[in-house]
């Protein structure tokens, strides 16, 4: 496990659990093996006691891998903490950031695998592959595995396996009082209910149990069409909905309309994928009616065509160059998302569930879930995290309430 002391200017993070002699620490600087580190007042006291304790694994400014960490670690240009940044993301200013990165390890049993949270769910396709078996979990190569197992998880086989927390078969927690437990459906049922869609509000998870299923292959379809064939092109959308509810056979796809404000072309696509062998892929027939500019289709294994979906990291920020733009930017889309949301609602069409991986940091996921379920899941957290750790002392991700 890692811990990052995020401490207004400084980060400092602990590169393995591995115990070592402690530093010493004298008035505001701090004696470790690589040399002398300044600190200032409101950092003093975190960042001490976990020197203290964490001793030779504490990486400093400025030390190897400082940069390297804190570079390569976000999806997000923003998230990447400095006194422009905004609050409330997962990283904080003058504060401790724990750090899962180090948790990387995984054991594959028959029809489940044990899996650390520092891993991606990429290296979870390419652990199951030589067992010809897959989990149910992110559509790109570099999504972490927690974020989707604690909050839903959209995988194109949802239609069949379900959400990638659904497939959570139990989770190893360590709960504010620094015990640790494990969740499952015998052993704290409650916590394991509530842990599915409760994010981090009840503790770090250090090991998720998930499902596998026997899935040694695949087939992918990519198909554009031009703007003559949007209307076919919805059409095949609506009916994808409806084809498999009696004997479902597991796909899904990712549709796109697109306009190029260059070339002033707008054009719709589809990015199918079906468990199995069938080629072209039966699920995405109504598509394959459809005149293409382009299709591609293709029998693969899910940890190969993963390897091809790489995004990379820090991708944000990509369509505007300046940080002082990121607040003109949310403003719009947030002004856009009510706008859309609005007409859905005079139309009757809306839903107020907000799926908590794709929320604006404006919006509240859980006021989209059944009130009772929150209110469950509140006197859940009390009975496990009496004093709020990961309610007030936590401030990163989405918060239950009061
Ligand atoms: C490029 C891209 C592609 C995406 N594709 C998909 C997709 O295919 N399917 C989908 O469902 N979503 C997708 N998403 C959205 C995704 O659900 C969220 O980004 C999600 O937060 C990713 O999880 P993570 O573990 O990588 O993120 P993190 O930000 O690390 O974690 C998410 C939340 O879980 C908490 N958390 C993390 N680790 C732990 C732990 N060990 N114990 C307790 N709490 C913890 C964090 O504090 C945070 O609140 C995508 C996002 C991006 C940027």
Not at 22 to 45: A, L, R
Not at 59 to 70: D, H, R
Not at 301 to 324: I, V
Request: glycine share 8%.
């Amino acid at each position: 496990m890692k811990l990052f002391c995020l401490a207004g200017p400084f980060i400092w993070s602990l590169a393995s659990a591995s115990l070592s002699p402690s530093p010493s620490t004298t008035g505001s600087s701090i004696s470790t093996p690589s040399g002398n580190v300044q600190i200032t007042k409101n950092e003093q006291c975190a960042c001490r006691k976990l020197t203290q304790s964490f001793g030779r694994s504490v990486i400093l400014p400025g030390q190897k891998n400082y940069t390297q960490q804190i570079v390569d670690d976000y999806w997000d240009i923003r998230a990447v903490l400095s006194p422009a940044c905004y609050p409330g993301s997962n990283n904080i200013d003058d504060g401790v950031l724990v750090a899962l990165s180090g948790l990387d390890s995984y054991q594959v049993h028959n029809d489940t695998i044990d899996v650390g949270p520092g891993l991606t769910w990429y290296d979870v396709y390419k652990a199951l592959a030589p067992y010809r078996r897959a989990a149910i979990g992110g559509r790109l190569k570099t999504i972490g595995v927690p974020g989707l197992a604690l909050i839903g998880g959209f995988h194109y086989f949802n239609n069949k396996y379900g959400y990638a927390m659904d497939n959570v078969v139990s989770y190893d927690v360590v709960l504010g009082n620094g015990t640790q437990v494990v969740a499952s459906n015998v052993s704290h049922p409650d916590l394991f209910w509530a842990l599915k869609g409760g994010a981090n509000n009840y503790g770090i998870v250090t090991k998720f149990t998930l499902n596998t299923f026997d899935l040694p292959q695949i087939t992918t379809s990519i198909q554009v069409f031009n703007e003559t064939y949007f209307p076919s092109f919805f059409e095949a959308m609506c009916h994808s909905a409806s084809v498999d509810e009696k004997d479902p056979i597991a796909a899904g796809m990712i549709a796109t309309v697109a306009y190029n404000a260059t070339t002033k072309v707008a054009s719709a696509s589809l990015l199918g994928v079906q468990e199995g062998v069938s080629n072209p892929p039966s699920q995405f027939a109504n598509f394959t009616k459809i005149p293409a500019t382009r299709r591609i289709n293709n029998v693969t294994t899910l940890s190969q065509w993963a390897e091809t979906l790489d995004s990379p990291k820090q991708m944000f920020r990509t369509g505007w160059a300046n940080a002082q733009d990121d607040l003109r930017v949310e403003a719009w889309a947030r002004q856009l998302t009510e706008h859309l949301h609005s007409i859905n609602r005079e139309k009757g069409l809306a839903s107020e569930f907000i799926y908590m991986g794709d929320d604006g940091e404006w919006q509240d996921p859980y006021a989209g879930f059944p009130y009772e379920n929150v209110q469950r899941m509140r006197d859940i957290r009390a009975a496990y995290d009496p004093k709020g750790i990961f309610s007030t002392l936590n401030w990163g991700g989405f918060k239950l309430g009061l």
